[in-house]
């Protein structure tokens, strides 16, 4: 893994001020980016192909959530290796907080 485009990274620092760690959707960060959203579209996929947000599905719907930077900062470091081989992405956030309770 490697750190993040520069585009992607200012994307993912205004939509951490903006909404944290709380759920958001893809028109609400268009809204927050104030770009189009094929822009948005294209950011979020990128953004979870790099492992930056999580995606929450409920039903048809999708929201997003950003990852704390802290864990992307560890994850390029190499201090999360071979999570890439978990197949059930959606445990990712609770085996890296495991990891680093238990590394220190």
Known sequence: MSWAPRWIGA????L????GLKPFTMKEASRV????DSFCRVLLSQMVKRGLIHVERN???RSYRLKEALEYVLEVSGFFSNLEKIR??????????????TST
């Open 16 to 19: 951490y001020v903006y909404f």
């Open 33 to 36: 980016l104030r770009r189009k």
């Open 88 to 101: 059930q992405r959606e445990y990712m956030p609770l085996i890296q907080k495991v990891m680093l309770a």
């Open 11 to 14: 994307s993912y620092s205004r």
């Open 59 to 61: 039903g048809r719907r």
